[in-house]
């Protein structure tokens, strides 16, 4: 290596020496079979590179020579060895007719700027360089994304500031120096970082400085990986220990980042989410994204839903995830109107497994060890592993004597999926299979393990347990796949939260899904992935999920959408974001939901409007617009008391009428209603006004799926717009014809305003009591 590290150097030297005329780049092959012959001890590049450099030497000497100027010296950019055997170089035209000359010379093609394939969430999204919502004219337009989450590792790839602008003058933000964190740290892109702890101190104590860190410094990953994922830069070549190899890039990668940390080992305290929220719109945020939450409650005692109102009223889009406690109905959290919240689902990128049992039966697993397959091994499970707790393979629950060199099934529950794989590895076990319950579905979740494992569904991991348990001999393989492009997707993850909201039933929550299952973005290099004591391993970049990692791709894209529309309100992001999602996946069927073992359909209390698609939704047609008022008429709806009214009216409001308030009158971009199943034609009519953002003179005609047991009525049926910035309305009339002949607690169809030019979809959620 050091060899081939002055040779290349001598090189590079030598070529300098030379004249070129105006070069290009070009990537060069070379024929292995032609230095076979030449001294192995030398280093198969040596003569090759001596060659090349006495060519170009002859060839810029007489150039020169003929010419009679001087020029530019060529310039070495990559050796290959690996996966292929050649170089690249910036070389005049001249050196190139002479290197074509040369033995072992293949081919040179010119260097190209080739489209690009990131972490996959912007190419699945549709977004691509150049174009659309990623044109240099939108990447240029200076948005600023606050997130409040763990803080940052500012050091990071991800978040350098070469290249960018000066930051902005209306920013307001500052570096706020701490433990291990200096102001210095920000830059041009990280323009502003701060910590708020004293809420989680004064509940927990005093923050333990040796794991964690009283500064915005992020000592836990998750507010790296979501800022990242929001905004940071394109990197190329990122990639997990060797999987999802290609460029990352957050939604707007061009975007300056804050960070406001108020979340630590414990947890976050809302009164540092307050003052996090608080300070970011007074610094001069143009988006908030918070992957955190709790559990639902009423709008008036909800701290997250009273900060974020006060954001809106700024014109700051806020976005938050839906939370992790699907796939048990009415679990959503974040239910607030004017708050974006966001599902989660699978993209079309796998890291499936092969498991083999002795007697032929093949399963498809998921994991993200890369490694060497396992050999046909010995499968045990239960009480053929050790004792009590075996088969959650809890702390000590696991017998070496059973368990050596053998592959070891885990039942997911009580402990952490990493921490079951390093209990098989401390008994000596040489691999493992986590099985999923039937309440766990088909879902299938990658872990970085420290041994060969992975992830089985409920009826493939309840195969393998039954062999398991009625065969003496049973044998398992498990073999790694690496990674896989091209399954079927969206499909909604289990894990993510569902509606109805048990706050507000009015309301379809969630908005939106987005990708949030397997998601790559960048991770502090001394936290290891599984963050087990036992693994010393440092990556860049770390694959995680959750709604956490789908909230920041929608604040991302909300930031794309407000630099095409610096003049839309909050709301007129959210409804583009909402009424131009699909809910077809990419083979056209219908989204289905990874939370059952016969896959069955996902409905709008999972995606609420659907999937997002960003280009679409940076020219909706139509939009939904709410203005403050809207949103303090609909608190009035729901009989609030001027108390309660102060906390988001600042006690200057004066409700009007209650009898011409109804909760379904928010100008909301979907509709539920709540009928009881007993009834029969007892109807709710709803009034909608929509806003024409897209073609001057145009003519929408509506389109309805009817829910089963609703009859519905729209008037107008066609709405004809003269100019960009009018504003129609229409009502619905939804119609219970009788829930009886219904056979669920829920039923859904759709409302869609259909011009030659776009589709405006809402969706429709009943409910039947």
Known sequence: MIFRALLLMLVLKAISAYAVAEGETYVVHMDKTKIKSLDASLGTSKRWYNAIIESLTESSSHDKAERGRQTSPPELLYVYETVLSGFSAKLSEQQLESLRKMDGFLSATADEMLQLHTTHSPQFLGLKQGSGLWNAQNLASDIIIGIVDTGIWPEHISFRGSGLSPVPPRWKGKCQAGTKFRASNCNRKLIGARAFFKGYEAIAGTINETLDYRSPRDSQGHGTHTTSTAGGNLVKGANFLGLAKGSAAGMKYTARIAVYKACYQLGCASSDILASIDQAVNDGVDVLSLSLGGTSKPYYIDNIAIASFGAIQNGVVVSCSAGNSGPSDSTVSNVAPWIMTVAASYLDRSFP????????????????????????????????????????????????????????????????????????????????????????????????????????????????????????????????????????????????????????????????????????????????????????????????????????????????????????????????????????????????????????????????????????????????????????????????????????????????????????????????????????????????????????????????????????????????FQKIGEKLSYTVSFVGTGGSTVSSNFTFGSLVWISQKCSVRSPIAVTWK
């Open 353 to 720: 497994t092969r498991v083999k049992l002795g007697n032929g039966q093949v399963f498809t697993g998921a994991s993200l060890y890369y490694g060497k397959p396992t050999k046909q091994l010995p499968l045990v499970y239960g009480e053929t592993a050790g004792g009590g707790g075996a088969k959650f393979c809890i702390s000590g629950s696991l017998s070496r004597r059973f368990v050596e060199g053998k592959i070891v099934i885990c039942d997911r529950g009580i402990n952490s999926r990493v921490q079951k794989g390093e209990q098989v590895k401390m008994a000596g076990g040489a691999g493992m299979i986590v099985a999923n319950t039937n309440d766990q579905g088909d879902e299938l979740f990658v872990d970085p393990h420290i041994l060969p494992a992975t992830s089985l569904g409920a009826l493939a991991a309840s195969s393998c347990k039954k062999y398991s348990n009625f065969r003496n001999n049973a044998t398992a393989s498990i073999k790694f796949l690496g990674t896989v492009y091209g399954n079927p997707a969206p499909v909604m993850a289990a894990f993510s939260s569902r509606g109805p909201s048990l706050v507000e039933p009015s309301i379809i929550k969630p908005d939106i899904t987005a990708p949030g299952v397997n998601i790559l973005a960048a991770w502090p290099p001394n936290i290891s992935p599984t963050q087990l004591k036992t693994d010393k391993r440092s990556v860049q970049f770390n694959i995680i999920s959750g709604t956490s990692m789908s909230c920041p791709h929608v604040s991302g894209l909300a930031a794309l959408l407000k630099s095409a529309h610096k003049d839309w309100s909050p709301a007129a992001i959210k409804s583009a974001l909402m009424t131009t999602a699909y809910v077809n996946d990419s083979k056209n069927a219908p989204i289905s939901d990874a939370a059952s073992v016969n896959s069955t359909l996902a409905t709008p209390f999972a995606f609420g409007s659907g999937h997002v698609d960003p280009e679409y939704a940076s020219d909706p047609g139509l939009i939904y617009d709410i203005s403050t008022d809207d949103y303090l008429n609909y608190l009035c709806s729901l009989n609030y008391n001027s108390t309660q009214m102060a906390l988001f009216a600042g006690g200057n409001f004066t409700c009007p009428n209650a009898a011409d308030l109804q909760p379904g009158d928010l100008n909301y971009p979907s509709f539920t209603v709540v009928f009881n199943t007993n009834a029969q034609n007892v109807t709710a009519t709803y009034k909608r006004t929509v806003t024409n953002v897209g073609t001057p003179v145009s003519a929408y005609v509506v389109q309805v799926t009817e829910p089963k047991g609703v009859s519905i009525v729209v008037e107008p049926e066609v709405m004809n």
